[in-house]
């Protein structure tokens, strides 16, 4: 038997023995070399499995009308699914992945890189708008995850009193929140009386936003007495809050602007008025 004879023999006894590897797909052969057989698709091992919803998807979206909403459809194991929106009220087909089958040019779909977020996204929400919208992923069968959209009047909160005394010297804080909002607002404005309140250029003076809390906080150091007025905290997406702060010279006794701040009802109307009277006066003189 020659050498060619013998290396096609052999080259025989070994496809013999790894046949079932080899119709299993998990090895080829190569110039007379076995190797691992590659993978056909990146997410090879996610085509075998069929997609879930994520346990985290949070199914009650809250906006205030006029802004923009924001309904994320997590999902594990997507792959090359298609992901559908339908508005389930009048099960209207809305998008299929970033395609847009609806004539409302408000409504749009993005889906993020690695595949595991669908986002349907509703500018200048209105409140004909809120309902339940479907998450729907093309396997065999079907499956959906239903989200509710809740459109709210978002009005901003300054903690506290609406009316505030505070001596001459102290420090001004205020907090403004927007509670029920599932997104926070795209940004907030302090205004004193009528216009909006420029603090750039003010040493004392800062203004802390947190986006996670939806809250802004003014605070005025070592305020005085032309620091009084009426404080508006507005938002982008809710109606303003304003409260009126006093800051009363420290010739002021502090128990009469202490006995407004406490609501105390103390003395007769006309001490009241008395009380008031020199309050203003003090304020007028140290302008």
Request: charged share 20%.
């Amino acid at each position: 038997m020659g050498e060619a004879e013998g290396i096609r023999l052999t080259n025989l006894l070994l496809t013999c023995i790894f046949l079932p590897y080899i119709g299993s797909g998990s090895v080829l052969v190569h110039d007379n070399k076995w190797e691992p057989r590659p993978r056909p698709y990146k997410y090879w091992a996610d085509l075998q499995k069929d997609p879930i919803f994520h346990p985290d998807n949070v199914r009650d979206v809250v906006v205030a009308r006029h802004s923009i909403a924001f309904i994320p459809c997590k999902i594990i194991g997507l792959v090359d699914h298609s992901v559908t929106w339908i508005h389930k009220p009048s099960s209207t087909v809305l998008t299929v992945d970033d395609f847009v089958y609806t004539t409302d040019k408000r409504i749009s779909s993005h889906i993020n890189e690695e595949r595991t977020e669908q986002v349907l996204m509703i500018t200048d929400v209105n409140f004909e708008d809120q309902g339940e919208y479907t998450c729907q992923v093309s396997t065999q069968p079907a499956i959906s995850l239903n989200f509710h959209l809740h459109v709210i009047i978002a009005v901003a909160v300054i903690k506290g009193k609406r009316e505030r005394y505070l001596d001459s010297g102290e420090d001004i804080i205020l907090q403004c929140t927007i509670p029920r909002l599932t997104y926070p607002p795209e940004y907030f404005l302090w205004y004193l009386g009528d216009s909006i309140y420029t603090y750039q250029d003010k040493e004392n003076v800062e203004v802390i936003t947190e986006s996670k809390t939806k809250t802004s906080t003014l605070v005025i150091y070592n305020a005085q007495v032309s620091d009084s007025g009426n404080y508006t905290c507005t938002a982008s997406n809710a109606f303003p809050s304003h409260v009126i702060v006093h800051v009363v010279p420290e010739e002021v006794p502090s128990a009469i602007h202490h006995e407004y701040s406490s609501g105390c009802a103390c003395g007769s109307n006309s001490e009241r008025l008395q009380n008031l009277l020199l309050i203003f006066a003090y304020a007028i003189l140290s302008t």
